[in-house]
């Protein structure tokens, strides 16, 4: 176990115990990360910020149910999809993550794919792969879970996680190659 | 736009700063299976402790008796297991782990139920009960499917409450998928005890009746996992 994960095990514990200066540190940690995660999921509209409060909320109302033997980081961004997937479920709701918005969401550059093609052409390339991929992709490379950490969250095996991270990967190569190519 | 800054918002620091009063961590999904068992099984038992067991008992032997039902409430905590994983961020499990152990369940039920049937057809409401009850069960065997379906829906009922407060933390996300499998579970330890005490084997009384105890069981707590679901990750935040 990592230490970063230790530390916010502990953080975790404490806030089970009441501590409010845990609860802002773990949010500190996390929540930039986790908006990021919600910007892709939500297709890069703005109703990610709503779903990064309703997910600390939801931690909070449901924080009894976190047991320390889980790692924290894979434990809230499950949360966090969780949050995303009933939000959608509901129609009104359903209708604003779909509200078109000019800006492609804020998921990283990874940098297995950096030199391959500019910032915007990987963001337009991640978004264009199917979202299971996508997902999978960004899970793995940019937040870095392991493939059983992702297999948890998203309910398949650890190998089919896998064979659609490396899917997305090569997908993604070949998009920009042929960008590549097409510039050239 | 929300300040995006990875200091929490205001409005979400005085809600939390509301009720911050310490929680007991949750068991790990096997622990939190296994802390069901005892009700699970105080449930399951009351009919028999009431009309005791199936008058043709030996002639079924102890395995078809008491092994097909122990092998049916193993099964039944199997399910409770898979729920419990359902139910937490991390732990879910593949697709296909989860409809198998939904299907093996039915088969079980129904293998069960056949196998009784071929190895003693009986059809004959013999209870423990005063003589005159017993021919009036023989007359309308009817009443016979009524009072079992019912008895072990409101038994699986219990169950399935019970169940459901366990599992009200519980962050799945699909809550109707988990509360399905929960009452899946419930209804499969009903059955557990109540085909010990039920004299009538025929696949109609015992799929008929037991089974759609076993099916209302599985709607009921689907239809409470989705309500504790839509109530706790209320849609827009209404209840922050």
């Not at chain 1, 890069?44 to 009894?64: N, P």
């Not at chain 1, 997937?85 to 950096?114: G, I, T």
């Not at chain 2, 200091?7 to 911050?20: G, S, T």
């Not at chain 2, 023989?138 to 499917?145: D, K, N, T, V, Y």
Request: net charge positive.
């Amino acid at each position: 176990m990592s230490e970063g994960d230790q530390e916010l095990r502990a953080l975790m514990i404490r806030y089970q115990d009441g501590s409010l200066e845990a609860f802002q540190e773990i949010y500190t940690q996390l929540a930039p990360g986790v908006r990021r995660y919600l910007s892709h999921l939500a297709g890069g509209s703005a109703i990610a910020d709503d779903l990064l409060q309703e997910t600390f909320l939801q931690m909070h109302r449901s924080r009894a149910a976190y047991n320390p033997k889980y790692a924290v980081r894979p434990w809230v961004f499950g949360l966090a999809r969780n949050v995303f997937l009933m939000n959608r479920r509901a129609a009104r709701q359903w209708a604003k993550v779909h509200e078109s918005r000019e800006d492609l969401p804020e998921f990283p550059v990874l940098p297995e794919a950096d030199r391959l093609g500019s910032q915007g052409e990987i963001r337009r390339c991640i978004a264009d792969l199917p979202p299971e991929q996508a997902e999978a992709l960004l899970l793995h490379h940019e937040w870095g879970f392991s493939f059983e950490e992702i297999a948890g969250m998203l309910g398949i095996r650890a190998a089919a996680a896998r064979a659609r991270a490396s899917r997305g990967m090569a997908d993604l190569r070949v998009a920009l190659n042929s960008l590549q190519k097409a510039r050239t | 736009m929300m300040d995006r800054s990875p200091k929490p918002p205001e409005a979400l620091m005085r809600a939390i700063a509301q009720d911050l009063k310490p929680v007991r961590p949750s068991p790990q999904p096997l622990h939190l299976a296994l802390r069901m068992v005892p009700l699970a099984l105080l449930v399951s038992s009351l009919i028999l402790l009431a009309i005791g067991p199936r008058h043709d008992a030996g002639i079924l032997g102890p395995l078809l008796t008491w092994g097909a039902s122990a092998a049916q409430f193993v099964l039944a905590i199997a399910l409770v297991w898979i729920a419990a994983h359902e139910s937490i961020p991390v732990g879910r499990l593949p697709r296909h782990i989860v409809y198998s152990a939904a299907v093996a369940a039915s088969l079980v039920v129904v293998f069960i139920s056949l196998l009784t049937f071929s190895t003693n057809p009986a059809n004959e409401p013999l209870l423990r009960v005063p003589p005159r009850i017993n021919e009036i069960l023989r007359a309308s065997p009817w009443i016979m499917g009524f009072a079992c379906g019912i008895g072990s829906t409101l038994a699986g009922g219990i169950l399935v409450l019970f169940f459901s407060w366990v599992f009200r933390n519980s962050l799945a996300t699909r809550p109707a998928e988990a509360g399905a499998l929960y009452g899946a579970g419930a209804g499969l330890a009903i059955n557990a005890g109540w085909r010990i005490a039920c004299p009538v084997s025929t696949p109609w009384h015992a799929l008929g009746a037991h089974g759609a105890a076993i099916i209302a069981t599985v709607i009921l707590g689907a239809l409470i996992g989705r309500f504790l679901g839509n109530r706790r990750l209320h849609i827009g935040g209404r209840r922050s």
